[in-house]
Nanobody
């Protein structure tokens, strides 16, 4: 069974950093078959496509709200995608979901802007507070 498992969320002070991980679990699948995206949902706010990556060619997408602060990267050998989050702000508080889209079905921009995902992780809470 194919699953994407997030980890790395938690409580951090403003200005701090966290790194989220998304691990592909399931025999017969490899990361380079998918686009991977991080979406987030804060209470009372709309879903946001934070960052998406194609690990095959390295193409990435970032929402304007995180550009310059977050970095997405892929480790194909370990079937894991990371989201390094620096200079965190209270507005970054949300549940972060790892999502995946079959590579042949889309682009990183479409995935992040239109929330095109075939698979979703269970979500990990990120709280930025003093």
């Amino acid at each position: 069974q194919l699953q994407f498992v997030e980890s790395g969320g938690g409580l951090v002070q403003p200005g701090g950093s966290l790194r989220l991980s998304c691990a592909l679990s399931g025999s017969g699948f490899t990361l380079d078959e998918f686009l991977i995206g991080w979406f987030r949902q804060a209470p009372g706010k709309e879903l946001e496509g934070v960052s998406c990556i194609s690990s095959t060619d390295g193409l990435t997408y970032y929402s304007n709200s995180v550009k310059g602060r977050f970095t997405i990267s892929g480790d194909n050998a370990n079937n894991t995608v990371y989201l390094q989050m620096n200079s965190l702000e209270p507005e970054d508080t949300a549940v972060y979901y790892c999502t995946a889209r079959l590579l042949v079905l889309g682009t990183v921009q479409a995935m992040c802007e239109s929330f095109e995902a075939d698979y979703w992780g269970q979500g990990t809470q990120v709280t930025v507070s003093a």
